[in-house]
């Protein structure tokens, strides 16, 4: 009987994940303006088809490993897949990336950066979402990770002035702790870069 109850509890809270997360997903639709022509965001802003015409985005840039494109019929999309743990090599990703935004920009359009879900907002979305999933993922925005390196090549801005700057546009986007090795030695190699 305990098992039963066990199972029950089990699939009670799996059960309720979803519908949080379905909710998370369902109020962050924020497409965050990063620069001209590029945003950051989640899988909510990713479906949100009315913004995205608005805004000009003609690209989605979907960095996870389980999202399919929302409207491939309306968008260019590329798909990254990787996973939101700190052992991803995600600086292996970092050329087709920069190569799929400046694509969009090329042709005058936008490019929406995104990954799964995170806890960030934008700094003029106040909106909290507290839900398990969104907790349990609270920094960890490869997004993010993506969008900072790319600030760091194209404007030779620093790990800390790229990170200050998205952050000041989604106020709690933090990478996880392998991602900002990644970036720190991405911000070596540019220094490097730049000296020949």
């Not at 509890?9 to 997903?25: S, Y």
């Not at 620069?35 to 479906?47: K, P, T």
């Amino acid at each position: 009987m305990a098992q039963f109850d066990e199972s029950i509890r089990g699939q009670i809270q799996a059960l309720l994940r979803v519908m949080n997360l379905t909710r998370c997903v369902n109020e962050d639709k924020v497409l965050c303006k990063i620069e001209e022509d590029l945003f950051l965001g989640s899988v909510g802003a990713a479906n949100n088809k009315d913004d995205l015409k608005r805004l000009n985005v003609t690209h989605i840039l979907t960095v996870a490993s389980t999202l399919k494109p929302a409207y491939p019929d309306d968008f260019v999309y590329k798909v990254i897949a990787v996973g939101d743990r700190e052992d991803t090599n995600i600086r292996e990703h970092f050329d087709e990336c920069f190569e799929f935004i400046d694509e969009a920009k090329r042709l005058g359009g936008g490019v929406l950066v995104h990954c799964f879900v995170g806890k960030s907002r934008s700094s003029h979305h106040q909106m909290k979402c507290e839900c398990y999933f969104c907790l349990s993922l609270k920094g960890h925005v490869i997004s993010v990770t993506i969008v900072v390196a790319y600030l760091m090549k194209k404007h030779g801005m620093s790990l800390s002035q790229a990170l200050e700057h998205v952050k000041s546009r989604r106020r709690q986007a933090s990478p996880n702790s392998g991602f900002i090795s990644q970036l720190q030695e991405y911000e070596k190699f540019l220094q490097v870069l730049a000296l020949t």
